[in-house]
């Protein structure tokens, strides 16, 4: 004999059309337990920088893309003495400066924007000695010396403009991300969500011990 859907009896914890309230402890201190644990049990959201790396499944890493770009601008710098054309010296700069952020990973990404003035500082004075005229050794250091200076007075806008567009570019791979794990490093690998999760601790503890009677 089949059952009746009106014989059947309701469930234990539904009474009408209103739920009983689960047993447990209640009050702020249980609200802010459950905040913490919600705090601790919640995963992350990736950034921009991560959901760009799976897409294109290949970044270098800082230290590789330093050397690239010694590599450019010494080529570059080498380029344009060459043919008289100092534009080119910016142009490579420029270049460097944009394409380092696309393809490293988000650690490296403060690296590689503080890296670029003296990576080509170093890159003009090596292009500057494998050029130097003079017989002497006193002779070569006034050519590399003054060569030096004159490149980058030539490129001191392109050199600006550059460093603003790396810097740019890096902030949309998540450069805050890459200098708030630079200061965690610094202080002991203690990361600003491990921070907030110790203080929601601190709070429910805090909340608990003053609910307490006596």
Request: aromatic share 6%; glycine share 12%; proline share 6%.
């Amino acid at each position: 004999m089949r059952e009746h859907p009106m014989d059947r009896q309701p469930d234990a914890d539904f009474a009408g059309p209103f739920l009983v309230a689960p047993d447990g402890p209640t009050g702020p201190a249980a609200a802010a337990a459950a905040a913490a644990a919600q705090e601790r049990t919640i995963p992350p959201k990736p950034d921009g920088s991560a959901a760009r790396s799976e897409v294109t499944g290949f970044h270098v890493t800082g230290r590789g893309a330093i050397v690239a770009m010694f590599g450019l601008f010494l080529f570059g710098g080498v380029v344009a003495n060459w043919l008289n054309l100092a534009v080119l010296t910016g142009i490579t700069y420029v270049a460097g400066c944009v394409l380092a952020p696309l393809f490293v990973g988000r650690r490296a990404l403060l690296k590689v924007v503080i890296a670029p003035p003296a990576v080509f500082l170093v890159a003009v004075i090596v292009m500057q000695v494998m050029t130097a005229q003079g017989t002497s050794r006193h002779g070569k250091a006034l050519s590399v010396l003054e060569g030096t200076l004159l490149t980058l007075a030539a490129v001191a806008g392109w050199l600006f403009g550059g460093t603003a567009l790396g810097i740019i570019v890096a902030c949309t791979r998540g450069l805050r991300a890459s200098v708030r794990e630079f200061s965690a490093d610094l202080r002991g690998g203690i990361s600003e969500e491990d921070l907030a999760v110790q203080a929601a601790r601190l709070r429910a503890a805090q909340q608990v011990r003053q609910s307490r009677p006596g």
